[in-house]
């Protein structure tokens, strides 16, 4: 079956080190998305792509940054951990069917800054 | 600004009540509005969504009202479960955005026994 997986599911870094998520797809979908859920603010939005090769930034990008080489993947890199960094990260793909724009999303990765 | 205002933060019903969940949003040119349950330790899943031709979809249990004039919008649940106790969001996109979608702040739902 098709499925979206994140790796890690869980990691703990310190400030300043550089922390890389995977996410990666089976569906063969076209878009890929990366948000982050804290309290309060629901998903927010930090990059996302619409096929190889393109990026583009979400609402809350600043101190991220993602590469598409192939449809399969879209990893998400923090350049210099900070602790406001800390959340849940998910990853979702989609594909612009007709009639239908859901979005399926992995399971998650906490990631902590200590 | 795109966003979209969704309220309560939280809701407590009793078994067999009914749940309702609100959502505003800004952007007229939004044309699709799911609602997303997630239940603790998972990602978020699409439950039932609408566009803006018609003013209510039913699945089941689960009803989504849509007032375009208003740019409102609701989730209803009838009969309200325990198994219905999660986080659900609404969201709100744009199809000349290409599936991006702008989620609310999203409402914690416990359904007591």
């Known amino acids: 079956d098709a499925e979206i997986t994140q790796s890690p599911r869980h990691k703990i870094t310190e400030t300043g080190r550089q922390v890389t998520l995977a996410c990666h797809q089976t569906w063969n979908h076209n878009n890929m998305f990366w948000y982050r859920q804290d309290l309060g603010h629901g998903l927010r939005l930090i990059h996302y792509?619409?096929?190889?090769?393109?990026?583009n930034k979400g609402e809350v990008s600043d101190g991220y940054s993602v590469s598409r080489s192939n449809t399969e993947d879209l990893p998400l890199t923090l350049e210099s951990a900070a602790s406001s960094q800390t959340s849940v990260y998910f990853c979702?793909?989609?594909?612009?069917?007709?009639?239908?724009?859901?979005?399926?999303f992995g399971p998650g990765t906490r990631l902590t800054v200590l | 600004q795109q966003q979209v205002k969704q309220s309560p933060q939280s809701l407590i019903v009793q078994k067999g009540g009914i749940s309702i969940i609100n959502c505003a949003y800004e952007?007229?040119?939004?044309?699709?509005f799911p609602w997303y349950q997630q239940f603790p330790g998972k990602g978020p899943a699409l439950l039932i969504a609408?566009?803006?031709?018609?003013s209510e979809k039913k699945e089941g249990r689960f009803t989504i009202s849509f007032n375009k004039s208003a740019k409102q919008f609701s989730l209803h649940i009838m009969d309200s479960q325990p198994g219905d106790s999660a986080t659900y969001f609404c969201?709100?996109?744009?199809?000349?955005?290409?599936?991006?979608?702008?989620f609310g702040q999203g409402t914690e739902l416990s359904v007591k026994p």
């Open positions: 609408i566009r803006p031709d018609v």
């Open positions: 952007n007229t040119a939004f044309d699709y």
């Open positions: 792509s619409y096929g190889v090769q393109d990026t």
């Open positions: 979702a793909s989609s594909d612009r069917l007709y009639g239908t724009d859901t979005q399926y």
């Open positions: 969201a709100a996109g744009d199809r000349n955005q290409g599936g991006k979608l702008i």
